[in-house]
């Protein structure tokens, strides 16, 4: 089946840095998404993406839809305790339907105050 | 609204029982879809289903069936528990459109064991 590759699996950082990470697949997909997961919980939706080249922001939080629609990226600036958590990338393939959504296997963020 | 609910949030089953996940939604979503999360493997897909009356299979679908007899309830049943579906069990529900920050949920998730 399709799979996304994201990393990097885990990054520990230190307060007021900046973070990156991104997911990328040998399918297009016509829209991306990034969740974030807290422990115990059902993960988030932070941003969607649907236009290659699109770049979007939701706070501190910018994500980008690749140009060969193969890739995506999240950056976090100036990265605060509460958002450590797992971020997941998910993708939404020409044809699919809006309930088969393809996740990656997560980036878990740890942050050191 | 409540937004997706999920029941029971934590079950312990012993191989070969069977029992059924509950999930429920009041936004009057069109799509509804169960994925099960293992460590180091994110969330992947298990039934999902586009309006009442119509499931599909994603995935990971053996040995779990679904039925969508209204928009509200999408349970997910195990007929036969096996150690292997011991994992976390999340219910999502979209609204037809673009997907947004306010067009999507999940549940809050059932964690089983199977023994």
């Known amino acids: 089946g399709q799979q996304l590759n994201q990393s990097p699996q885990s990054m520990f950082i230190q307060e007021g840095e900046d973070v990156s990470m991104n997911c990328t697949s040998s399918?297009?997909?016509?829209?991306w998404l990034w969740y974030k997961q807290d422990p115990g919980e059902g993960p988030v939706l932070l941003i969607a993406?649907?236009?290659?080249?699109e770049l979007t922001s939701n706070g501190r939080l910018t994500a980008q839809f690749g140009i060969t629609r193969k890739d995506s990226f999240l950056n976090i600036s100036a990265s605060i305790p509460s958002d450590v958590g797992i971020y997941f990338c998910?993708?939404?393939?020409?044809?699919?339907?809006?309930?088969?959504?393809?996740f990656g296997k997560g980036t878990k963020l740890s942050v050191k105050p | 609204n409540a937004g997706v609910t999920q029941t029971p949030k934590f079950q312990v089953l012993k191989t070969g029982q069977s029992m059924t996940l509950q999930c429920a939604q009041d936004?009057?979503?069109?799509?509804m879809s169960w994925y099960r999360q293992d460590p180091g493997m994110g969330l992947r897909l298990i039934h999902y289903?586009?309006?009442?009356?119509?499931?599909d299979q994603g995935e990971v679908p053996n040995g779990y069936n679904v039925s969508r007899s209204t928009t509200e309830d999408f349970p997910l049943r195990l007929l036969s528990a096996a150690p292997s579906q011991t994992s976390v069990y999340f219910c999502?529900?979209?609204?037809?459109?673009?997907?947004?920050?306010?067009?999507?949920?999940f549940g809050p998730g059932t964690r089983l064991t199977v023994l």
């Open positions: 993406l649907y236009k290659a080249g």
């Open positions: 289903s586009v309006g009442a009356g119509i499931t």
């Open positions: 998910a993708g939404l393939n020409y044809g699919g339907s809006q309930g088969n959504l393809i």
């Open positions: 936004m009057n979503h069109e799509y």
């Open positions: 999502a529900s979209i609204k037809r459109g673009a997907l947004s920050t306010d067009t999507q949920y």
């Open positions: 399918s297009i997909f016509n829209t």
